[in-house]
C-alpha cells in the first residue's frame, strides 16, 4: 500500500473522514526532526499530518499514521483538559508543570497503546517501531550514580 492508501484506510478506520479534513504531507526536510505531526485549525475542522519521509525514527509509516490520526481524534478531550489546567493552575508554578507534564505523558501513553491495540486488529504491518528506543539510555544506566539501598 502507498502512504496515501496508509492514510485514507485509517481515517476511515479511525471515523475521521467526516468529522475533519485532513490533509497528507510528506516533509523532505532535515530540520523536520519529528517522524510524525499535526497542524490543526480546530475551528474549522481541518489539519494537516506532517510526515517525515526524510528522516524518520520509525520504521513503520502506518503506525505513525494511525498514532497522529488518533491524536486528532482524541483532540477535543485534550484540548478541554488543557483548559482546565491552565484555568486551575498558575503556568510556570511547580503545581502547573506537574500537572501538565503528566497529563501529556499520559495522553501519549494512552494515544501509543491505542495505536498498538488498534494496529494489531486492522494494520497491514502489525511490527511495531523501535526506532525511540535507539536514543534512550540502557536499563543499566539508569542506575549509575544512584546509592545501593
Keep these: ?16 473522514e467526516n468529522n475533519w479534513d485532513v490533509k497528507l504531507e ?3 526536510d532535515a530540520s523536520f ?9 480546530p475551528d474549522d475542522r481541518k489539519a494537516i499530518l506532517k510526515l517525515n519521509v526524510l528522516e524518520p525514527k520509525q520504521e513503520n509509516f502506518e503506525e505513525v499514521i494511525a498514532h497522529e490520526l488518533l ?13 482546565l489546567i491552565y484555568g486551575h493552575y498558575e503556568e510556570g ?17 494512552t494515544v501509543e497503546e491505542l495505536t498498538k491495540c488498534f494496529l494489531k486488529l486492522y494494520g497491514e504491518n ?3 517501531s523501535f526506532g525511540r528506543c535507539e536514543g534512550m539510555p ?12
Design 26 to 28: 510528506l516533509i523532505n
Design 93 to 109: 508554578t511547580g503545581s502547573f508543570n506537574t500537572i501538565y507534564n503528566q497529563f501529556m505523558t499520559n495522553l501519549e501513553v
Design 126 to 128: 502489525k511490527e511495531l
Design 1 to 16: 500500500m502507498t502512504t496515501n492508501e496508509i492514510f485514507n484506510k485509517w481515517l476511515k478506520i479511525l471515523r475521521l
Design 71 to 83: 491524536h486528532l481524534k482524541l483532540y477535543p478531550l485534550d484540548q478541554l483538559t488543557e483548559s
Design 33 to 41: 526532526t519529528k517522524t510524525g505531526d499535526f497542524k490543526v485549525d
Design 138 to 149: 540502557s536499563y543499566d544506566d539508569l542506575f549509575n550514580g544512584l546509592n545501593k539501598l
